[in-house]
């Protein structure tokens, strides 16, 4: 089937869907759940097929990311289960006013209608984001990597199967089937069939969206995070944050890339960071941190002299940025330039200093005395997530299932007139 | 100034809007509107050499809509005076969670950054964007129409002393000052310069924001709004609704454009719409409404023949297409292929007919025995507007200050990882 010709047919289900009740939905998804369970063996021989084609041309990592096994399998039913679980976004009355002429105005929460996810090779991601995209109310188009077609392709079969099961159309799901580049583009221009696209994945993705879409699109994350150690900061706290913010998942979008430090602090500061991070990691096997550092903070500790575009890089590994700056006022400047707006962070006792940086830094989300590594869906306790959108339309930071909808005003009168 | 160079002044004014509290917006405010008054002499020595500039070269309904008066720059800065008097949509908390791990996760509304406004002709446009922009703790670039500059100019240049005397930065608003299409170009392509652009015009400048733009916009709307008049119809009440959102003001976004007659009522119905719309406001010396009837109405009453395109034109004039439909069901599906998802309304006094209408309508405003004309910001008690949205991310119908808000996750900690 042409990408065109899917997305007619989810466009032509997306009527089924909104009107589709929570008990429908959620009887679907434990469906779907079953349905991947139940149809294991087709999952796990495609995958095998996908892991064949694939070695020797990407790394042993990305291998890894591809692979399925029954616990994986049976981690993505449970993640299907865990959205069944969860308050249905759609309907619910965000607000409500009776004007004095007697109208009722309820501003309702609304499915998007079609969301098309483009994204990579982890398998599991297609039935991740069709459950959030389904029991959202909206007819859902995945566009997953080539490396992982086929299983993507083995899932969604069984996920259809779940659809069908409790009545609701299998073609409020679809896989396109084309992998090349032109696929993407098509989603990207198909305005009028795509009601949302969300790009998850690198750089260079989210750059083509932004520049040829023409259909609503959510940008989610790359995370240049950084973490402002004021002068008023618990060092101790300032140590355990920063560590963790770098080291706990170096490869993820909220993970710290630089380490701002007041002047007041950094020589007391400083040679206990590199303790930490480089020789006291190292000392018990584990990863050292490579400290990249600006004039300031080599003139009080060894390290790699940082060049500019440190600053401006996502390491997505264990190097950390430094730089000493002058108090908050330098710290929140220095973001403004280099943040991609995603998390940042201020360690300090003074709660003056604390409340300029949370008012000051334009990101999605600002921490203060905690590390960025929160900015997740579930740990902000929406149940899940989507991705993080580093925009400013719609959605920022973790998108959840009320973020997945949009709303209407639905009004009711008696006959009233202008 | 080049437009880029506005734009940079206006960058860099938006850390001082983003920090002013609502005390000092609101004193700005009242300066402004105090200092409109005070340049009336200057702005309607502008505003008439943009008359004499354009006499010939527009309409009279256009001319009128560009002439300004000292009643109309009164009115311009009551509407300043009454943005100031709404409550600050900044800093709000729209959702608060203190998570098991301690941690407070404050949702906190903040604001965009640099908000653009691209507008035509009508010079008050220019005080009422700029109010509801900066009121939102945005910096505000407007681009009027090549008719009103000067009279814009002028506008903005008492309103620029009014920020300055309340300590705000001039450089928060800007007027572009090119007025060819080069200059909305540069803004809907000023990526990292325009946080917000709004577009308020036709439809060829919407069309041109898709398809070009790379920095966010929010589109506002052209209206095809429909009208079903359903078989459990209070008739009379239908008259009343039907002229009044068709007549009421014809060359607004919210007034029908199309009614839809459900067969079981046709016959009763469409006799008394042509005596109501045609014969008898031509009696009383109203402008009557020219119907354009489908082939089952055009069998019923006399009228002009409808043409397809009957169906997806934004008349702005006394003309109301009329199709008969066979019940909710297929005025739905029509509403589905011609609205252009502004505001549509069902007449009838049965509940489960309105709710299969209201949930199946994927509109901005869906209305139950009202009429389209409420679509509008001071209606739904949102006390102002900067236009009514007809897309479906961020904002959708009319957006107030909290739709010209974004918001962050701000989240305070006791050194919490993860």
């Known amino acids: 089937m042409t990408t065109m010709e899917l997305l007619a047919q989810a466009r032509g289900a997306k009527g089924a869907m909104a009107l589709a009740d929570s008990e429908q939905k959620n009887r679907a998804l434990l469906a779907m759940a079953d349905a991947l369970e139940r149809r294991q063996g087709d999952i796990l021989a495609a995958n095998a097929q996908d892991l064949e084609a694939a070695r020797g041309t990407i790394s042993e990592v990305m291998l890894d990311r591809l692979a399925l096994s029954p616990q994986r399998i049976a981690g993505m039913a449970q993640g299907i289960r865990e959205v069944a679980a969860l308050p249905d976004p759609v309907g619910k009355v965000l607000a409500r006013v009776e004007r004095p002429n007697g109208l009722v105005i309820e501003k309702t929460a609304v499915p998007m209608g079609v969301i098309a996810i483009i994204y990579e090779s982890r398998p599991n991601v297609t039935s991740d984001a069709a459950a959030l995209a389904l029991k959202a109310g909206s007819a859902c188009v995945l566009r997953g990597g080539k490396e992982a077609h086929r299983s993507a392709a083995a899932i969604t079969a069984a996920l259809k199967e779940g659809l069908a099961e409790a009545g609701l159309p299998r073609e409020a799901l679809q896989l396109v089937e084309d992998t090349t580049r032109a696929s993407s583009r098509e989603l990207m221009t198909a305005a009028g069939y795509v009601d949302l696209l969300i790009p998850r994945g690198g750089a260079g993705l989210i750059r083509a969206c932004v520049e040829q879409a023409t259909v609503p699109v959510i940008e989610?994350?790359?995370?240049?995070?950084?973490?402002?150690?004021?002068?008023?900061?618990?060092?101790?706290?300032?140590?355990?944050?920063?560590?963790?913010?770098?080291?706990?998942?170096?490869?993820?979008?909220?993970?710290?890339?630089?380490?701002?430090?007041?002047?007041?602090?950094?020589?007391?500061?400083?040679?206990?960071?590199?303790?930490?991070?480089?020789?006291?990691?190292?000392?018990?096997?584990?990863?050292?941190?490579?400290?990249?550092?600006?004039?300031?903070?080599?003139?009080?500790?060894?390290?790699?002299?940082?060049?500019?575009?440190?600053?401006?890089?996502?390491?997505?590994?264990?190097?950390?940025?430094?730089?000493?700056?002058?108090?908050?006022?330098?710290?929140?400047?220095?973001?403004?330039?280099?943040?991609?707006?995603?998390?940042?962070?201020?360690?300090?006792?003074?709660e003056g200093t604390a409340r300029r940086f949370l008012a000051g830094v334009d990101s999605a989300a600002v921490y203060w005395n905690a590390s960025t590594r929160f900015t997740d869906g579930g740990e902000f306790g929406l149940g899940c997530e989507m991705g993080i959108s580093t925009q400013k339309l719609h959605a920022r930071g973790p998108m959840g299932l009320q973020e997945l909808c949009t709303y209407q005003y639905r009004i009711r009168g008696t006959g009233q007139i202008r």
């Open 220 to 350: 989610t994350g790359t995370g240049i995070c950084h973490i402002y150690v004021d002068g008023a900061a618990d060092l101790d706290m300032a140590l355990d944050i920063v560590e963790n913010a770098k080291c706990s998942r170096p490869s993820v979008c909220n993970a710290a890339e630089v380490c701002l430090v007041d002047r007041a602090c950094a020589p007391a500061f400083l040679p206990r960071l590199k303790e930490r991070l480089a020789d006291g990691r190292a000392a018990k096997g584990e990863p050292p941190v490579e400290l990249r550092l600006d004039l300031a903070a080599a003139a009080l500790i060894p390290g790699t002299p940082a060049g500019e575009a440190d600053f401006d890089t996502e390491f997505l590994d264990y190097i950390l940025a430094v730089k000493v700056v002058d108090g908050v006022e330098e710290a929140v400047a220095h973001i403004a330039r280099h943040s991609t707006h995603h998390s940042d962070c201020i360690i300090t006792g003074d």
